[in-house]
């Protein structure tokens, strides 16, 4: 008989969402306290604050001088929208997908901007193979899929002299992985995922490539004043040193900032990069040492070190869904993970954000907890049938 005994340590925090994801360590409200608001965010007190944010962001990612920086509306999904509205059609397009955003991006480029680009998806747990893409055409990708655990592993196969721009959908890498500057003409991320920030801002990057694209470019379609980032064929730099073109929550601006500070104070990229990959090492661990669980991504190069999606093996499984989901239902009715069932459009299974602001410790106490659901759950299977 399995011991179906709880395990004695619990994870302090049991926020394992893959966005928004866990707030960063010793996270309080007083940490808002110098939020300017009810100010305008175009006094100078509030325009310090946005420029600081891009500031702070180029020092931590190591952003090259000359690539332009903007926070803008609508969160990641807003960054991405606006660089695909203005920058695609001038050249023929690749569109890259290795789980559901990506093909959300593919859905509207092909049936939104009914451009007749050339798509290549992979199954989820597999990952398109840049060295068969043409980078000559403008290709969209997303650099970690967030809902299949699967991420580029570099950028070797981009080729730093290119014709077309790369758009890279970048949320859940950004912070936690390192991102090849020269080979990456749009990247983008929210606040809410490896920073454990808020809803709302998306982060929007140019190189000077995609910025001479934006100059020398009118495509066919209109765009909406929230997309627009020219103005008589001109850049709006102000974007760019955080003259933002609608109103943000300087909130969450605030927010951010106490986070990059944070993510400064650990040491920077490096030490966000190392935290996520101890967090993915341990769920990988776990996965050796119990053949009942298996990672989604099928190559380790590839396997994500912040969403990382887990799938039961177990044969005596008879539903594969339901399994799954009353696992994670029990570790959420135990208090000791909170929304780790695998995102709706993937593979049933279970995903445990890894992202850096995420302490090992509460992965490591985590692991037992999995066993000891999946051991009920067996239990529980046979006992119904
Ligand atoms: C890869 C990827 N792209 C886009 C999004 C959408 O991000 P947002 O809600 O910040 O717009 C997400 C959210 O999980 C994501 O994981």
Known sequence: MTDLTAPALRPENPRFSSGPCAKIPGFSLDLLADAPLGRSHRAAVGKSKLKEAIDLTREILNVPEGYRIGIVPGSDTGAVEMAMWTMLGARPVEMLAWESFGEGWVTDVVKQLKLDAKVKIAPYGQIVDLTTVDFDSDVVFTWNG????????????????????????????????DLAWDKLDVTTFSWQKVLGGEGAHGILILSPRAVERLESYTPAWPLPKIFRLTSKGKLIEGIFVGETINTPSMLAVEDYLAALKWAKSIGGLPALIARATANAQTVWDFCAANPWLANLAENPATASTTSVCLKFTDPRITDGEAFAKAVAKRLEKAGVAYDIGAYRDAPAGLRIW????????????????????????????????
């Open 146 to 177: 967030t809902t299949s655990g699967v991420r580029l592993a570099n950028a070797d196969a981009i080729p730093a002299t290119r014709q077309g721009l790369t758009i890279c959908d970048a949320t859940s890498a950004a912070f936690a992985m």
């Open 354 to 385: 890894c992202g850096s602001t995420v302490e090992q410790s509460d992965v490591v106490a985590l692991m037992p907890w999995i066993a000891h659901a999946f051991h009920a759950e067996i239990a529980a299977q046979a006992q119904a049938a």
